[in-house]
C-alpha cells in the first residue's frame, strides 16, 4: 500500500487516461481494430505503457512492456471465445489519485487504474461489461440446457422400438435434428456483438 502511495505522489504509477471518441484515431489500437467488418470503439484507456481497447466485438490490449520501451504486444480477446466475469469498480480513498476498473476476461485478470476524475466516465465502462457478463452467463445456461433437452430426446429414440430396415433413415433423422437443434441454439444464446449494449451504456 505504501509503495503505491509513494508511486502515485512521485507519478511513477501507470494511471491511465480515457480517452475521447475523436481522438481514437490516434492511438496504437485503432490500428487493429476490424473496422472492414463493423467493428467499432466504443470505449479506450490509455496509460504510459499500455492501451485497453473495448469494441463491440472484443477487447483489444496493446501490451507495453514498460512506458520507456516502444515494443508493444497486441493481444485480441473476443467476447465469444472469452468470458467476461468478476467485475469489480474500485472507487478512490482520499489520498488516492486513481480509480480501478478489475475484471477477468476467461482466465485472464484484469486490473486497470484510471485518473479519479474520470470516475464517472468509468462508471458507464463498468455497467457495460457488468451486463456483457450476466448475458453471457444467463446465454451459457440456456446453451447448457438445449444440449440437455437434445440428449434426453436422443436417449428416448434410441431406446424406442425401432425396424432394423429403417435404422439408418432413423439414425441420420436425429443426427440431422441434433445437429440444427445446436446449431440454431448456438446462433440465438451465442453473441458476438455486444454494440446494443455499448450504444445503451457508454455516454462519453
Not at 476476461?105 to 474520470?118: A, C, M, P, S, T
Not at 430396415?165 to 437443434?181: C, E, H, R, S
Not at 448456438?186 to 455499448?198: A, L, S
Amino acid at each position: 500500500m505504501f509503495k503505491k502511495i509513494a508511486a502515485d505522489a512521485l507519478g511513477l504509477s501507470d494511471i491511465g487516461t480515457i480517452i475521447q471518441p475523436s481522438d481514437y484515431d490516434k492511438t496504437d489500437a485503432d490500428d487493429y481494430v476490424m473496422h472492414e467488418d463493423g467493428e467499432k470503439i466504443y470505449f479506450l484507456i490509455k496509460t504510459k505503457a499500455d492501451e485497453y481497447c473495448f469494441t463491440n466485438l472484443a477487447i483489444i490490449h496493446v501490451d507495453g512492456a514498460s512506458a520507456a520501451s516502444s515494443k508493444r504486444t497486441l493481444k485480441r480477446y473476443p467476447y465469444s471465445q472469452h468470458k467476461i466475469s468478476g467485475v469489480l469498480l474500485e472507487t478512490a480513498g482520499k489520498i488516492d489519485m486513481d480509480v480501478e476498473i478489475k475484471f477477468h476476461l476467461g482466465n485472464q485478470q484484469f486490473d486497470i487504474d484510471v485518473r479519479k476524475e474520470q470516475i464517472e466516465q468509468l462508471k458507464d465502462l463498468y455497467k457495460a461489461l457488468l451486463q456483457i457478463s450476466e448475458i453471457t452467463y444467463e446465454n451459457g445456461i440456456m446453451i447448457d440446457l438445449a444440449s440437455q433437452s437434445l440428449d434426453k430426446a436422443v436417449a428416448v429414440l434410441q431406446n424406442s422400438r425401432t425396424d432394423d430396415n429403417k435404422l439408418a433413415d432413423t439414425f441420420k433423422g436425429i443426427t440431422d435434428f441434433g445437429f440444427n437443434w445446436l446449431t440454431s441454439a448456438r446462433e440465438k444464446y451465442h453473441e458476438k456483438d455486444f454494440g446494443q449494449v455499448f450504444e445503451k451504456y457508454i455516454n462519453n
